[in-house]
């Protein structure tokens, strides 16, 4: 069993991403964009960072990559993807997700830590937690408030297809509690075949002695489920 975690140029959270997933004993590698998947990939992670130095809009030139296209065959053939904050960025401009993730409402990138509502535990990507759990997971993205429309939004809850909201400590979802104006305080949704996006890192919070919470461990154990 093997993550492809695929590096595009500009990507820097890829390591981080392999070395939580070695620690939680999933097998993982780095994967150049260019090279394509491995063959005997279980799981693919697109992971955090600047690809393209987040020109035209983030993740809207690594979306192009002919990567995406393997990716979004090994999804339909039922391998598990998740996008991480660029990666997440990534998985909206490629369409395998809803939605886009712009601008924050601050304008300024952000780096925090927030708090997190399971939506929906019944996923890969949540299994590990119960509905309405509250996590924390940090932030660092420019481009992070997900902006959908009425619609469409109306149609993801309704699919149950939220599968993090930012909320308070005590599991409350505010306008107070959403730190870049994300429309419902949405923090990650599930998208066809089951491909799961966040802007969190649950990758940052996984090793106890480093990050001093394994919150983010329930998330990448989904590719478990492969
Ligand atoms: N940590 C990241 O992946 C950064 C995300 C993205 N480049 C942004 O600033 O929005």
């Known amino acids: 069993m093997t993550v492809a975690v695929v590096q595009f140029g500009g990507s820097n959270c890829d390591r981080d991403a392999v070395r939580a997933l070695s620690h939680l004993g999933i097998d993982a590698e780095r994967v150049w964009h260019e090279d394509g998947l491995p063959e005997d990939v279980t799981g693919i992670m697109l992971p955090g960072g600047f690809s393209y130095g987040d020109y035209l809009r983030a993740g809207a030139m690594a979306a ?40 924050n409402e601050s304008a300024r990138f952000q780096c925090e830590r927030v708090f997190l509502r399971v939506e929906n535990a019944d996923t890969p990507w949540t299994a590990a937690y119960d509905e309405g759990d509250v996590i924390a997971l940090p932030i660092a993205h420019g481009e992070g408030r997900f902006e959908v ?18 909320c308070d400590a005590d599991g409350n979802v505010t306008d107070d509690a959403n730190p870049n104006g994300s429309r419902g305080n949405v923090a990650g949704i ?26 983010g461990a329930g998330v990448l154990r989904g590719f478990e489920h492969a």
């Open 149 to 166: 429309s009425e619609e469409r939004y109306d149609q993801l809850v309704e699919e149950n297809r939220v599968l993090f909201r930012y």
């Open 64 to 103: 192009r990559s002919p990567i995406l296209s393997e990716v979004r065959e090994a999804a339909a053939d039922g391998v598990p993807v998740l996008g991480v904050c660029n990666g997440a960025q990534v998985g909206c401009e490629s369409g395998l997700t809803d939605g886009a993730f712009t601008t």
């Open 190 to 215: 599930c998208g066809d075949y089951g491909v799961g996006v966040l802007m969190p890192h649950p990758e940052r919070a996984c090793l106890p002695d480093l990050n001093g919470s394994t919150d």
